[in-house]
Protein backbone atom coordinates (compact mmCIF):
# COMPACT_ATOMS: atom_id res chain seq x y z
CA UNK A 1 0.00 0.00 0.00
CA UNK A 2 2.79 2.57 1.31
CA UNK A 3 4.52 1.61 -2.17
CA UNK A 4 1.34 2.43 -4.07
CA UNK A 5 1.02 5.94 -2.52
CA UNK A 6 4.72 6.10 -3.40
CA UNK A 7 4.59 5.58 -7.11
CA UNK A 8 0.93 7.22 -7.21
CA UNK A 9 2.16 10.69 -8.87
CA UNK A 10 4.09 8.63 -11.56
CA UNK A 11 1.61 6.77 -12.40
CA UNK A 12 -0.55 9.16 -12.96
CA UNK A 13 1.73 11.51 -15.23
CA UNK A 14 2.82 8.18 -17.18
CA UNK A 15 -0.94 7.29 -17.68
CA UNK A 16 -1.69 11.27 -19.03
CA UNK A 17 0.94 11.22 -21.62
CA UNK A 18 0.25 7.83 -22.56
CA UNK A 19 -3.34 8.74 -23.30
CA UNK A 20 -1.96 11.99 -25.01
CA UNK A 21 0.45 9.72 -27.28
CA UNK A 22 -2.73 7.65 -28.02
CA UNK A 23 -5.89 9.82 -28.56
CA UNK A 24 -4.54 13.24 -29.47
CA UNK A 25 -3.40 14.17 -33.23
CA UNK A 26 0.29 15.27 -32.51
CA UNK A 27 1.57 13.25 -35.83
CA UNK A 28 -1.10 16.06 -37.66
CA UNK A 29 0.39 18.88 -39.96
CA UNK A 30 -2.54 21.33 -39.24
CA UNK A 31 -1.39 23.94 -35.96
CA UNK A 32 -3.23 22.80 -32.99
CA UNK A 33 -2.48 26.70 -31.90
CA UNK A 34 -1.56 29.71 -33.77
CA UNK A 35 1.98 30.26 -31.57
CA UNK A 36 2.91 26.37 -32.44
CA UNK A 37 3.94 27.29 -36.10
CA UNK A 38 6.23 29.87 -34.98
CA UNK A 39 7.74 27.89 -32.29
CA UNK A 40 8.66 24.83 -34.58
CA UNK A 41 10.25 27.64 -37.38
CA UNK A 42 12.61 28.53 -34.58
CA UNK A 43 13.55 25.54 -33.86
CA UNK A 44 14.38 24.87 -37.24
CA UNK A 45 16.44 27.98 -37.96
CA UNK A 46 18.28 26.83 -34.52
CA UNK A 47 18.85 23.49 -36.06
CA UNK A 48 19.96 24.54 -39.69
CA UNK A 49 22.23 27.39 -38.26
CA UNK A 50 20.37 30.11 -38.65
CA UNK A 51 19.45 31.61 -35.43
CA UNK A 52 21.80 34.42 -36.15
CA UNK A 53 18.89 35.67 -38.61
CA UNK A 54 15.79 35.64 -36.89
CA UNK A 55 13.52 37.37 -34.00
CA UNK A 56 12.76 36.11 -31.23
CA UNK A 57 11.49 38.11 -27.99
CA UNK A 58 12.06 35.12 -25.68
CA UNK A 59 14.81 33.11 -23.89
CA UNK A 60 16.37 30.80 -26.00
CA UNK A 61 16.09 27.39 -23.73
CA UNK A 62 13.63 25.45 -25.34
CA UNK A 63 14.71 26.84 -28.81
CA UNK A 64 17.79 25.64 -28.21
CA UNK A 65 16.17 22.20 -27.14
CA UNK A 66 14.20 21.99 -30.07
CA UNK A 67 16.81 22.55 -32.45
CA UNK A 68 18.74 19.81 -30.82
CA UNK A 69 16.18 17.26 -30.90
CA UNK A 70 15.19 18.17 -34.80
CA UNK A 71 19.00 17.49 -35.23
CA UNK A 72 19.06 14.31 -33.72
CA UNK A 73 15.47 12.99 -34.60
CA UNK A 74 14.49 15.20 -37.80
CA UNK A 75 12.61 18.39 -38.07
CA UNK A 76 9.25 17.07 -37.08
CA UNK A 77 5.98 18.58 -35.20
CA UNK A 78 5.70 15.26 -33.79
CA UNK A 79 9.22 15.11 -32.07
CA UNK A 80 8.42 18.53 -30.76
CA UNK A 81 4.93 17.30 -29.56
CA UNK A 82 6.02 14.84 -28.04
CA UNK A 83 9.01 16.94 -25.91
CA UNK A 84 5.56 18.82 -25.30
CA UNK A 85 3.77 15.90 -23.61
CA UNK A 86 6.87 15.18 -22.10
CA UNK A 87 7.21 18.42 -19.76
CA UNK A 88 3.25 17.87 -19.27
CA UNK A 89 3.75 14.89 -17.46
CA UNK A 90 6.61 16.42 -15.61
CA UNK A 91 3.90 19.17 -14.31
CA UNK A 92 1.36 16.61 -13.16
CA UNK A 93 3.80 14.86 -11.69
CA UNK A 94 5.57 17.29 -9.95
CA UNK A 95 2.32 19.03 -8.98
CA UNK A 96 0.76 15.83 -7.93
CA UNK A 97 3.36 15.63 -5.16
CA UNK A 98 3.16 19.22 -3.97
CA UNK A 99 -0.51 19.09 -3.48
CA UNK A 100 0.13 15.91 -1.57
CA UNK A 101 2.27 17.68 1.06
CA UNK A 102 -0.15 20.08 1.47
CA UNK A 103 -3.32 18.69 1.38
CA UNK A 104 -2.67 14.72 1.53
CA UNK A 105 -3.06 11.74 -0.53
CA UNK A 106 -6.97 12.27 -1.95
CA UNK A 107 -6.54 15.78 -2.59
CA UNK A 108 -3.70 15.81 -4.91
CA UNK A 109 -5.63 13.08 -6.68
CA UNK A 110 -8.72 15.18 -6.95
CA UNK A 111 -6.89 18.47 -7.97
CA UNK A 112 -4.93 16.59 -10.64
CA UNK A 113 -7.68 14.78 -12.09
CA UNK A 114 -9.64 18.28 -12.17
CA UNK A 115 -6.21 19.85 -14.32
CA UNK A 116 -6.00 17.31 -16.70
CA UNK A 117 -9.65 16.94 -17.15
CA UNK A 118 -9.84 20.40 -18.69
CA UNK A 119 -9.68 21.22 -22.42
CA UNK A 120 -7.27 24.75 -22.17
CA UNK A 121 -5.10 22.51 -20.14
CA UNK A 122 -5.07 19.54 -22.46
CA UNK A 123 -4.33 21.83 -25.61
CA UNK A 124 -1.33 23.05 -23.96
CA UNK A 125 0.07 19.39 -23.21
CA UNK A 126 -0.11 18.46 -27.31
CA UNK A 127 0.55 22.57 -28.92
CA UNK A 128 3.92 23.18 -28.79
CA UNK A 129 4.28 26.53 -26.14
CA UNK A 130 6.50 28.11 -23.74
CA UNK A 131 4.21 28.53 -21.33
CA UNK A 132 3.59 25.07 -20.14
CA UNK A 133 7.46 23.74 -19.81
CA UNK A 134 8.14 27.25 -17.96
CA UNK A 135 5.26 26.31 -15.48
CA UNK A 136 6.32 22.41 -15.27
CA UNK A 137 10.07 23.29 -14.66
CA UNK A 138 8.95 25.58 -11.76
CA UNK A 139 6.48 23.70 -10.13
CA UNK A 140 9.21 20.61 -10.03
CA UNK A 141 11.67 23.78 -8.74
CA UNK A 142 9.67 24.34 -6.04
CA UNK A 143 9.29 20.16 -5.17
CA UNK A 144 13.25 19.97 -4.98
CA UNK A 145 12.95 23.37 -2.38
CA UNK A 146 10.34 21.28 -0.99
CA UNK A 147 12.34 18.14 -0.56
CA UNK A 148 15.26 20.39 0.73
CA UNK A 149 12.92 22.03 3.49
CA UNK A 150 12.18 18.60 4.30
CA UNK A 151 16.09 18.02 5.48
CA UNK A 152 17.55 17.13 2.60
CA UNK A 153 20.56 17.81 1.47
CA UNK A 154 22.11 20.91 -0.17
CA UNK A 155 21.56 19.06 -3.76
CA UNK A 156 18.39 19.71 -3.57
CA UNK A 157 18.44 22.96 -3.46
CA UNK A 158 21.03 23.64 -5.72
CA UNK A 159 18.94 21.33 -7.99
CA UNK A 160 15.83 23.62 -7.27
CA UNK A 161 17.44 26.82 -8.25
CA UNK A 162 18.90 25.25 -11.34
CA UNK A 163 15.46 24.20 -12.52
CA UNK A 164 14.16 27.94 -11.96
CA UNK A 165 16.93 29.21 -13.96
CA UNK A 166 15.82 26.84 -16.81
CA UNK A 167 11.66 28.04 -16.24
CA UNK A 168 13.35 31.73 -16.66
CA UNK A 169 15.55 30.75 -19.84
CA UNK A 170 12.51 29.14 -21.44
CA UNK A 171 9.55 31.61 -20.71
CA UNK A 172 10.12 35.28 -18.65
CA UNK A 173 6.46 34.62 -17.15
CA UNK A 174 7.93 31.78 -14.75
CA UNK A 175 8.96 35.20 -12.73
CA UNK A 176 5.57 34.64 -11.65
CA UNK A 177 6.23 32.03 -9.49
CA UNK A 178 9.08 33.80 -7.56
CA UNK A 179 6.56 35.09 -4.78
CA UNK A 180 5.53 31.42 -3.79
CA UNK A 181 9.11 31.03 -3.25
CA UNK A 182 9.64 33.85 -1.19
CA UNK A 183 6.76 33.03 0.69
CA UNK A 184 8.06 29.55 1.34
CA UNK A 185 11.41 30.58 2.37
CA UNK A 186 9.84 33.25 4.97
CA UNK A 187 7.47 30.51 6.38
CA UNK A 188 10.65 28.13 6.80
CA UNK A 189 12.56 30.70 8.66
CA UNK A 190 9.56 31.12 11.09
CA UNK A 191 9.48 27.42 11.74
CA UNK A 192 12.88 26.28 11.10
CA UNK A 193 14.98 25.22 14.41
CA UNK A 194 18.20 27.91 14.66
CA UNK A 195 21.53 26.46 14.60
CA UNK A 196 23.43 26.89 17.60
CA UNK A 197 26.93 28.45 17.01
CA UNK A 198 30.35 26.07 17.59
CA UNK A 199 30.67 27.69 21.54
CA UNK A 200 27.16 27.14 22.73
CA UNK A 201 27.42 23.47 20.73
CA UNK A 202 30.62 23.10 23.08
CA UNK A 203 28.75 23.89 26.39
CA UNK A 204 25.85 22.27 25.59
CA UNK A 205 26.99 18.99 23.89
CA UNK A 206 24.65 16.55 22.31
CA UNK A 207 22.26 19.66 21.49
CA UNK A 208 22.55 20.24 17.77
CA UNK A 209 19.43 22.41 16.90
CA UNK A 210 17.31 24.62 19.34
CA UNK A 211 14.52 26.55 18.87
CA UNK A 212 14.70 30.82 19.87
CA UNK A 213 12.51 33.41 19.29
CA UNK A 214 13.58 36.19 16.77
CA UNK A 215 14.80 38.55 19.36
CA UNK A 216 17.09 36.12 21.15
CA UNK A 217 18.87 35.52 17.98
CA UNK A 218 22.76 36.71 18.73
CA UNK A 219 25.45 36.88 16.41
CA UNK A 220 26.62 33.50 14.93
CA UNK A 221 23.60 31.30 15.88
CA UNK A 222 20.89 32.32 12.56
CA UNK A 223 23.67 32.48 9.83
CA UNK A 224 22.61 29.31 8.44
CA UNK A 225 19.44 31.22 7.27
CA UNK A 226 20.97 33.37 4.94
CA UNK A 227 23.08 30.13 2.95
CA UNK A 228 20.15 28.78 1.05
CA UNK A 229 18.76 31.65 -0.71
CA UNK A 230 22.33 32.80 -1.61
CA UNK A 231 23.17 28.84 -3.05
CA UNK A 232 19.27 29.46 -4.91
CA UNK A 233 20.25 32.46 -6.48
CA UNK A 234 23.81 31.00 -7.84
CA UNK A 235 22.23 28.16 -9.12
CA UNK A 236 19.86 30.28 -11.15
CA UNK A 237 23.64 32.74 -12.62
CA UNK A 238 24.95 29.14 -13.09
CA UNK A 239 22.07 28.16 -15.46
CA UNK A 240 21.49 31.04 -16.98
CA UNK A 241 25.16 31.42 -17.90
CA UNK A 242 25.51 27.86 -19.10
CA UNK A 243 22.31 28.63 -21.42
CA UNK A 244 24.41 31.97 -22.93
CA UNK A 245 27.30 29.64 -23.58
CA UNK A 246 25.54 27.20 -25.24
CA UNK A 247 23.20 29.23 -27.59
CA UNK A 248 24.98 32.58 -27.37
CA UNK A 249 24.36 33.60 -30.82
CA UNK A 250 20.86 33.33 -30.25
CA UNK A 251 21.23 35.28 -26.82
CA UNK A 252 22.75 38.24 -28.48
CA UNK A 253 19.45 38.67 -30.86
CA UNK A 254 17.12 38.00 -27.44
CA UNK A 255 18.85 40.65 -26.07
CA UNK A 256 19.71 43.41 -28.92
CA UNK A 257 15.87 43.01 -29.57
CA UNK A 258 14.69 42.84 -25.93
CA UNK A 259 17.30 45.72 -24.84
CA UNK A 260 18.44 47.28 -27.64
CA UNK A 261 21.54 50.26 -26.92
CA UNK A 262 20.16 53.61 -27.76
CA UNK A 263 16.52 51.89 -25.73
CA UNK A 264 18.46 51.16 -22.63
CA UNK A 265 19.90 54.97 -23.22
CA UNK A 266 17.21 56.53 -23.56
CA UNK A 267 15.88 55.31 -20.57
CA UNK A 268 18.85 56.27 -18.37
CA UNK A 269 19.66 59.56 -20.01
CA UNK A 270 16.13 60.62 -21.79
CA UNK A 271 16.95 63.29 -24.71
CA UNK A 272 14.62 66.19 -24.37
CA UNK A 273 14.91 68.70 -27.34
CA UNK A 274 13.56 72.61 -26.67
CA UNK A 275 10.52 71.19 -28.53
CA UNK A 276 9.87 68.36 -26.22
CA UNK A 277 9.90 70.40 -23.52
CA UNK A 278 7.73 73.31 -25.15
CA UNK A 279 4.91 70.40 -25.68
CA UNK A 280 5.33 68.76 -22.37
CA UNK A 281 4.98 72.16 -20.65
CA UNK A 282 2.48 73.21 -23.14
CA UNK A 283 -0.63 71.68 -21.42
CA UNK A 284 0.52 73.37 -17.59
CA UNK A 285 0.78 76.87 -19.20
CA UNK A 286 -2.63 76.36 -21.28
CA UNK A 287 -4.38 75.65 -17.62
CA UNK A 288 -2.46 78.33 -16.14
CA UNK A 289 -3.32 81.27 -18.93
CA UNK A 290 -6.64 79.87 -18.96
Not at 148 to 160: H, K, P
Amino acid sequence: MKTTRKYLALLFAVAFATALICLAPLRTALELNVCEGYELMKGLLFSIGKAGAMWNDQPPFHTSLLGILFRLFGPSAYVARLLQVAFAALLVWSLFKVMQEHSGLLGAAGGTILLVSTPPFIQLSCAVMLELPAMALAITSLLAWRRYVAGRSNLWLAASGSLMGFALQTKLTAALFLPVFLMEYLVWCSKAPIRLSEDNAERQPGARFINLKRQDVKSGIGRNLSRPPIIWLVSILTVVGLVYWISSERWDVFGNRIFPPERVLRMLIPVLTPADCYMRLRPCFLLLLG
